[in-house]
Nanobody
Framework: QVQLVESGGGLVQAGGSLRLSCAAS????????MRWYRQAPREQRELVATLTIGGSTNYADSVKGRFTVSRDNAKNTVYLQMISLKPDDTAVYYC?????????WGAGTQVTVSS
């Protein structure tokens, strides 16, 4: 079992920045990848960024050049640094951990970008 807790969301003006955190606990050694998703009202959940155990990253086209995913192994935490935020980035952001035994999700953190 893996437990994930997101934090760092909030209200920010367009053009601003936020850094989201995803703290993992439990069976950390089983994690082989981490992902950030987001879901806006009345929209499907969208994959935003991936981070493999080897350190490779991938981003949705809509956030490339603005979002950066990283990790601190000592803190068992993955981050999503977001800059140049737009109103379209408004959503609940979720982190997910992939393991050989399945996926685990956090409860999400709300990001609201005002115009």
């Amino acid at each position: 079992q893996v437990q994930l807790v997101e934090s760092g969301g909030g209200l920010v003006q367009a053009g601003g920045s936020l850094r989201l955190s995803c703290a993992a606990s439990g069976s950390i050694s089983t994690i082989n990848g981490m992902r950030w998703y987001r879901q806006a009202p009345r929209e499907q959940r969208e994959l935003v960024a991936t981070l493999t155990i080897g350190g490779s990253t991938n981003y949705a086209d809509s956030v490339k050049g603005r979002f950066t995913v990283s990790r601190d192994n000592a803190k068992n935490t993955v981050y999503l640094q977001m800059i140049s935020l737009k109103p379209d980035d408004t959503a609940v952001y979720y982190c997910a951990a992939t393991t050989g035994g399945g996926w685990y999700w956090g409860a999400g953190t709300q990001v609201t970008v005002s115009s």
